[in-house]
């Protein structure tokens, strides 16, 4: 399990601040709204003008990247290649209420599954976007009713379609 690779975080500085919630994929104006407070309180509490880090923040990103390290340990646990993500908020709430409910926004699920990818290289794990109309489509055609299992496959299938080509001039 990722338990005995889990990333130590140790806020010394208020840069350690900002590099937290750069990593957790938040923007200012959605780091500050989630611990009510201003962006520019925010802003300010990340350049050390005071030389005090705030607590109240600080265990907000902790709070977050321990949602994460849980997201990774999970990704661990299943057997499946394909990380789902999803295109904006609604989508994300309605194809997965479980880990929506956990994290605050769909990028910050994207980041996640970022960090799971590099987290558990040994995996060949791949994020795919979940698009509501084509898994609609796939469940239409195939007869299948949604699942992990049938998530998978519509991952694989739909990920067959990309390809690399060189850029047009």
Same mark, same amino acid.
């Given at each position: 399990m990722n338990a005995g690779r889990r990333r130590t975080v140790d806020i010394l500085t208020t840069t350690d601040l900002k590099a937290l919630r750069l990593l957790l994929g938040l923007s200012p104006a959605e780091?500050?709204?989630? =611990?009510?407070?201003?962006?520019?309180w925010l802003v300010d509490a990340e350049r050390g003008r005071s030389w005090n880090i705030s607590p109240k923040y600080r265990d907000f990103l902790l709070r977050m990247e321990e949602v994460v390290q849980t997201f990774i340990d999970w990704v661990e646990t299943t057997p499946g290649r394909f =990380? =789902?993500?999803?295109?904006?908020e609604d989508v994300f709430r309605d194809y997965d209420p479980v880990w929506a409910a956990k994290f605050p926004t769909a990028l910050m699920h994207l980041q996640a599954a970022s960090r799971a990818v590099s987290t558990l290289g040994n995996r060949q794990l791949n994020i795919v976007t979940l698009f509501p109309k084509a898994f609609e489509?796939?469940?239409?055609?195939?007869g299948k009713a949604d699942s992990p299992d049938v998530r998978q496959s519509w991952a694989e299938a739909?990920?067959?379609n990309y390809r690399t080509m060189g850029a047009k001039r």
């Open positions: 780091a500050a709204a989630m =611990i009510d407070e201003p962006k520019d =990380i =789902i993500v999803y295109s904006n489509e796939y469940l239409q055609h195939t739909f990920s067959a």
